[in-house]
């Protein structure tokens, strides 16, 4: 007979460890229901996001499950963000493994329930399978805009400036650092790269303040000059980049000192889970505004032209050829 895992049941599980998130959301019926309900705010579009996470592909077995859980959560997160959604509630389903035990999934939930409390929302339900395969996580995000609001990729306009909050690359590079060191040392060279690879911080507080500014915003989850690329293509615009603006944390410079040849990671790696956005010339005084505010760094990073395509020059104006295709999975 096949050794049976060491951790109870699939309803004692749900109840142990699910419900308790699922508390705050009205509409949960502390998971003992078929369906969650949901009720919109009055005038306001409901944004729905869903992402998955696969060990092996996003997340090593041992990684810690608790940031494998905030994880998950934040890349949802972010997506509503560059949208403009406030996050209001979440669905989770989960395909484990007879390797995953208790301790895990405790973990995990412990996790969700630290961001949950960071950010403001609830569970309101999800379903839970055994797997011959590999760990499969899936969260679909609920979040919501004011009707008419929500920035989506198209809508850039030549003339438009392209702007990014905070700093680009820092994940890439922690990957980048891990591999070639190993996660150790890595972690005690450039703690800072390796956080932000673990645990994006999604601008919840800055997306929804964009609403009315930005003209199409995405946020950076396969790399800078990907996400452009589908910034202009949903848009029917070109851009051209200018390398040198590209906003770098302290970390990602002295590393970048040490390895110039990593330089690519910045505008090609991905995991950066920024805002990248288009705006009309005309609310760069306003952007000032919003950058104290929040407190968040908002760089001017080029501009949306005509022409189809994304041009990447550096300071002296020179053409830049970057591996720039971005994480695809096939
Ligand atoms: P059904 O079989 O009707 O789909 P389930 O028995 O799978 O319902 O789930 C029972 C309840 O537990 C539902 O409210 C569901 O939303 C919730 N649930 C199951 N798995 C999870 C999970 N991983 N996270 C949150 N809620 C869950
Ligand atoms: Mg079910």
Not at 21 to 36: C, K, Q, R, S, T
Request: one cysteine or more.
């Amino acid at each position: 007979m096949a050794e049976m895992p060491s951790r109870p049941g699939e309803f004692e599980l749900i109840a142990r460890y699910f419900a308790p998130l699922a508390e705050a959301a009205p509409g949960a019926a502390g998971l003992l229901d078929d369906v969650a309900t949901w009720r919109p705010t009055p005038g306001c579009e409901t944004v729905l996001t869903v992402d998955a996470m696969v060990e092996g592909v996003h997340f090593l077995a041992t990684d810690p499950p608790a940031l494998v859980g905030r994880k998950l959560l934040r890349v949802s997160l972010s997506d509503l963000a560059a949208k403009g959604a406030v996050p209001r509630t979440y669905l989770l389903a989960l395909s484990l493994p007879d390797s995953i035990d208790e301790s895990w999934i405790a973990g995990f939930a412990d996790g969700l329930s630290r961001d949950q409390a960071e950010y403001g929302i609830a569970l309101s339900g999800g379903d839970t399978t055994a797997t011959p395969g590999a760990t499969t996580l899936s969260l679909t995000a609920i979040g919501e805009a004011p009707e008419g609001t929500v920035i989506r990729r198209a809508g850039a306009a030549p003339g438009d400036d392209i702007y990014v909050t905070g700093t680009v690359g820092d994940a890439a590079l922690g990957l980048k650092a891990i591999a070639e060191f190993g996660a150790d040392d890595a972690l005690a060279r450039w703690p800072d790269l390796v956080d932000r690879l673990r645990l994006p911080r999604p601008r919840v507080g800055l997306g929804p303040a964009l609403r009315g500014v930005a003209r199409a915003s995405a946020d950076i989850s396969d790399g800078l000059v990907a996400d452009l690329g589908h910034i202009c293509l949903a848009s029917g615009v070109g851009a051209a980049l200018e390398a040198d603006a590209v906003p770098l944390s302290e970390a990602a410079v002295r590393l970048l000192a040490e390895r110039p040849d990593w330089r690519d990671a910045v505008l090609g790696g991905g995991d950066d889970y920024e805002i990248l956005f288009a705006a009309a010339p005309g609310m760069a005084g306003r952007l000032a505004g919003l950058s104290r505010e929040f407190d968040t760094a908002i760089t001017r990073i080029g501009a949306v032209a005509a022409g189809p395509g994304v041009t990447v020059r550096d300071a002296a104006g020179a053409l830049l050829k970057v591996a720039h295709r971005g994480w695809r999975h096939f």
